[in-house]
Every structure is written in structure tokens, then in C-alpha cells.
């Protein structure tokens, strides 16, 4: 019924949206956006990336607890232990590991440690921000690069009836400005 309604009386223009993807295509899109799904959700390696790279930036002390980790157990496990065998052997010279000099070699050796970790920390903020700035890019780009759709103008028409009353209006209009015309041509001496 509705496609007679049209044919006599005509349809409004509208906008229609219509994909820009093949049916290939949006599968394809619709899997990577599942995937990208899974490695966020719970368990997913991006979230998990994600929670650190937030922790470091956010100066979380047990990120960097963690991250300190294997320096501060490089530092009791070689460290101390060369410097103690180091002065161990100037006992007879009145030296040894209760001297000042072991002390202060130890204190150094921290204080060492200490600015390397400080230098790492920076290194290690500085990463993440870039890490966390380029995954936002990328899903970003990918989200607003993706058009799934277009909107397209579709123009409506008058249909038979408009047609036809449009038709005969134009006609009544020429008679009748004809007619006037030469009612108007004696009038003005043109005749």
C-alpha cells in the first residue's frame, strides 16, 4: 500500500545511512574490536599492561618496589659481599669491616645505588608515558579512522498527482499570464 501511497502523492526527502564496508571487511573489524576486547578485559595482557604503565606513572611505590627488585638484590648479593671480602683481608693491618673505611666504601656503594635507581625511575616514567600515549593513539586512529557507514540524501518526488496538479498549475499560470498580456499590450499602445 505504501508503494502506491508514493507513486500518486509522492515521498520527503530523507537521509539514508549505508556501510562503506564489504561484508568481509566489517567482519573482520568486528573480530579485531573482539580481540581488542579480550586483552582488556579481566586477565587480558593489555589490561595488566595497562595497570602498570598506570602504577608507574601514578609514583606507585610498589611498581617501583618491584622494579627495584632485582638491583637491590644484585647490590646484597654482590655488592656487600666484595666489599666485605675486600676489607675482610686488611684486618691484620688494622683495617677490616669494622673500619670507617668499610663504612664509608658501603655508604658510597649505596649512595651509588641509590642515584642509578633514581635515574631508572625517571627512564622508566618516561617509557611508560610514551608506551601509554602511543597504545591511546593507536586505538584512537583506529576507532576514528574506521567510517562504517556514509549518510546518503535521497531526494523525494511529487508522485503522479503532484506531477500532474503541478502541470496543470503551470498551464492555468501561462493561460492566465498570456490572457493578461493582452489585456495589457492596447493599454500601453504596443498593439
Known amino acids: 500500500m505504501a508503494g502506491l501511497w508514493e507513486s500518486l502523492f509522492g515521498k520527503k526527502d530523507k537521509f539514508k545511512q ?19 576486547g579480550g586483552l582488556s578485559g579481566p ?23 618491584q622494579f627495584e627488585a632485582p638491583y ?21 693491618m688494622g683495617g677490616g669491616l669494622s673500619s670507617s673505611g668499610f663504612g664509608q666504601a658501603l655508604g658510597g656503594a649505596g649512595a651509588q645505588l641509590q642515584s642509578q635507581l633514581a635515574g631508572l625511575h625517571g627512564a622508566l616514567r618516561q ?25 546518503v540524501y535521497q531526494p523525494g518526488n511529487s508522485g503522479l498527482l503532484g506531477g500532474i496538479a503541478g502541470g496543470l498549475g503551470n498551464g492555468i499560470g501561462q493561460i492566465g499570464g498570456s490572457a493578461l498580456l493582452m489585456k495589457l499590450l492596447p493599454l500601453l499602445g504596443m498593439v
Open 43 to 65: 586477565g587480558g595482557s593489555y589490561g595488566g599492561a595497562q595497570d602498570y604503565l598506570s602504577q608507574i606513572l601514578g609514583n606507585s611505590p610498589e611498581a617501583f618496589s
Open 18 to 36: 549505508v556501510s562503506n564496508l564489504m561484508p568481509n571487511q566489517q567482519q573482520a573489524l568486528n573480530q579485531l574490536l573482539g580481540q581488542l
Open 127 to 151: 617509557g611508560a608515558s610514551g608506551q601509554a600515549l602511543g597504545q591511546y593513539n593507536q586505538l584512537a586512529n583506529l576507532g576514528l579512522g574506521t567510517r562504517g557507514f556514509e549518510n
Open 72 to 92: 637491590r638484590q644484585e647490590f646484597e648479593q654482590k655488592t656487600i659481599p666484595g666489599l666485605a671480602e675486600r676489607f675482610a683481608g686488611l684486618n691484620a
